[in-house]
């Protein structure tokens, strides 16, 4: 199993909204890919910066491919979340799973 991690900022303003937009269109979309395994999203506020890390689980890379394309390790940011992010990591960092528990 593989972990992708990705990283995004917005305003504390503006982190709910992303926080939904993962919740539900994002989390839509992987649903919908085969050997998706899973994911989590975090959420740190320092004043009036959030900081949202994502953490995906796939099964192995080509189901990474199905969410992110050839280049899997090019960051997806879908259209509206860039209206409510300031910042984002343009590439995604990928580990394999040594421990998975739930």
Same mark, same amino acid.
């Given at each position: 199993?593989?972990?992708?991690?990705?990283?995004?900022?917005? %305003?504390?303003?503006?982190?709910?909204?992303?926080?939904?937009?993962?919740?539900?269109? !994002?989390?839509? #979309?992987?649903?919908?890919? #085969?050997?998706?395994?899973?994911?989590?999203?975090?959420?740190?506020?320092?004043?009036?910066?959030?900081?949202?890390?994502?953490?995906?689980?796939?099964?192995?890379?080509?189901?990474?491919?199905?969410?992110?394309?050839?280049?899997?390790?090019?960051?997806? !940011?879908?259209?509206?979340?860039? %209206?409510?992010?300031?910042?984002?990591?343009?590439?995604?960092?990928?580990? #394999?799973?040594?421990?998975? !528990?739930?």
């Amino acid at each position: 199993m593989i972990a992708r991690t990705w990283r995004g900022w917005t %305003k504390a303003s503006e982190a709910d909204d992303y926080q939904r937009h993962y919740a539900t269109v !994002v989390a839509t #979309e992987l649903r919908g890919i #085969e050997g998706f395994r899973g994911a989590r999203l975090l959420r740190h506020q320092d004043g009036d910066d959030v900081r949202f890390t994502s953490i995906t689980f796939f099964a192995d890379v080509d189901a990474i491919r199905s969410f992110a394309g050839d280049d899997y390790g090019f960051a997806v !940011v879908a259209e509206e979340a860039r %209206k409510v992010l300031t910042r984002w990591d343009e590439r995604a960092s990928h580990d #394999e799973v040594a421990v998975f !528990v739930t």
